[in-house]
Structure formats: structure tokens, C-alpha cells
């Protein structure tokens, strides 16, 4: 059986956002302990290893600790986000889903979002429930896994899902992270409201 592969935001969007808030030496500092510096100086151009993303979010709440970790995790999300917006999502889809009823933008993203988990989750159990809330879940989270934390750790994901249903079902969206493995919880869990 092949290892689990994540999309290369999970570490590119990372590096930018440790970058731009702590800078160059402490992002060489934190790619260096996840043994990824050289993703660091060349991005990579591919689907990752999911262990890379384990190590690198370990290394993150390891040197600069769980709310710093959590910042550069969001700042990193949204930063995915307007990435997938400008190059993944299909620029129909951008120019129509705003005009759609929200539940209908939101039902149409979510089929999508699901088609594609294949690209974010690893070998996580993608979950979706197109209700009000709409409710998304990671079961075996790549963002938090090992850890052991009282409170939620996957704001990379919740930022990523946020930003899109932002711009695509509500500019009124709101997203919390109702649960996460890392406080022991079966499974990561978003509700997107709106």
C-alpha cells in the first residue's frame, strides 16, 4: 500500500504564512526541525507526503507553541484559500455560486469540496453533511495528529473552508471547529453557518 499523499498548499501556504509572521530564520528554524528545509528553499510542485504535514505542524506547536501554531495554521488556510479560489476552482463556479441561493452554493461546493478531499484529507475519512450548518469532518487529521491538547488544533482546515464558503456561499459565513482528535475526539469537525 502506497503512503497517503496531501497537496502541496498544506506545506507551501505554511512556509508563507511562518514566513510572513515570524520570519525567514524562524521558518527555516521550524522547516528544519520537521526535516523539510529543502521544501522550504524549492517548493514542492506535487502531492506530499502526509507525513511531511504531521511533521511540520508537530514542529510548529513544538518550537513556537500551540497559539502561535494555530495563528500561522489559520493565516495558512486563508492563504490556501485564495489560492484554490484563483487557480483550482473553476472560474465559472467563481462567477456563479455567489448569485445562487446560499443553500444551493453551498450544496454545489460541497459536492465539489468532496470529489476533491482525495487532495487535502491524506488518509483521513472525508465527511460532509449539506445541512444548516453544513458539517464537514476529518476523521484521522493529518493538522493535529499525535497530538493531545484540550481544544481544537486544525485551524488550517477550518480557515481553508471558511475562506471558500466566504466567497462562494455567504461573505457572512461563519466557521468554528466544533471538535478535534487532538482533545480525543473521534473526529475533526467544522460547522460553516451562515
Known sequence: MSEARIGPNAIIRVAEALTGMQGRGVAADVFAAAGLSEA????????????????????????????TARA?????????????????VPRPLVMMLPWLPAWLS????????????????????????????VEVGLAGCAICRGAHEPGPLCDYYGETLA???????????????T????????????????
Open 40 to 67: 522550504l528553499r524549492d517548493p514542492p510542485q506535487g502531492m506530499v507526503p502526509e507525513a511531511q504535514v504531521v511533521r511540520l505542524h508537530t514542529a510548529l506547536r513544538g518550537l513556537l507553541g500551540v497559539s
Open 72 to 88: 500561522i495554521g489559520a493565516e495558512a488556510g486563508r492563504r490556501t484559500a485564495h489560492y484554490l479560489l484563483g487557480h483550482r
Open 106 to 133: 453551498a450544496r454545489i461546493l460541497l459536492g465539489a469540496i468532496s470529489r476533491h478531499s482525495w487532495t487535502f484529507a491524506g488518509s483521513a475519512a472525508f465527511s460532509a453533511r449539506a445541512a444548516r450548518p
Open 163 to 177: 475562506g471558500l464558503f466566504r466567497a462562494l456561499v455567504s461573505r457572512d459565513c461563519m466557521a468554528a471547529q
Open 179 to 194: 471538535s478535534c482528535a487532538a482533545a480525543g475526539a473521534a473526529a475533526c469537525r467544522f460547522e460553516l453557518a451562515w
